[in-house]
């Protein structure tokens, strides 16, 4: 049986279109409101605290982990474990909404574990997404720019597309009413399918 009532809420993207800023901007807004989660990722990579927010492991730890089914959903990109605590589950079981940044790879799983999922998809130009990568100090101009230029595949499930090519305010509060239930058509554009 899907674990509901509450929300899962993915925000998955390209590397460089912003999510854990949008991510952050909503948090904010919404801090002390308990109706609202955002769980912190565990990844076996330090954490910059200034551009991203997570919990760090080695790859033994998140092997044992993920063997010990201690995570709510895990996942592989670009050569590090990903996973989200347990805690998610007992969160959307106790009706909060969750708002997370995860792969694209992991949608399907989600889907099929969660009973309300909502997936927003964050995108942004190619040059600004190559320079947001080439920002970050991780990687030398040319593969940050190898890296925005990827092929992107869109999420296998319904999503609403939110392009982040402006302040970060703007395309946050678009996230931040998806997040809250209202969608503001102005702002996104809503995308039926994959084909979409």
């Not at 402006?166 to 994959?194: N, Q, Y």
């Amino acid at each position: 049986m899907a674990i509901g009532p509450g929300t899962l809420v993915l925000v998955v993207g390209p590397s460089g279109a912003g999510k854990d800023t949008l991510i952050g901007l909503a948090r904010a807004h919404l801090d002390g409101d308990p109706r609202y989660v955002f769980p912190r990722r565990l990844v076996t990579r330090t954490a910059d605290p200034a551009l991203e927010d997570h919990h760090t492991l080695d790859e033994a730890a998140y092997a044992d982990l993920v063997a010990a089914g201690r995570c709510a959903l895990h996942w592989r990109a670009h050569d590090l474990g990903y996973a989200l605590p347990a805690s998610v589950d007992a969160d959307i079981a106790a009706g909060r909404t969750v708002v997370v940044n995860v792969s694209r790879a992991v949608v399907a799983a989600a889907a099929a574990k969660y009973a309300n999922l909502v997936v927003a998809y964050i995108d942004a130009p190619l040059a600004l997404r190559a320079a947001r990568i080439g920002a970050r100090g991780r990687e030398d101009p040319a593969s940050a720019t190898a890296r925005a230029a990827r092929a992107v595949a869109l999420p296998d499930a319904p999503h609403l597309r939110i392009l982040n090519d402006g302040p970060p305010e703007a395309a946050a509060a678009v996230l931040l009413a998806l997040i809250t239930g209202v969608r503001a058509v102005e702002h996104a554009e809503p995308v039926a399918d994959a084909a979409g």
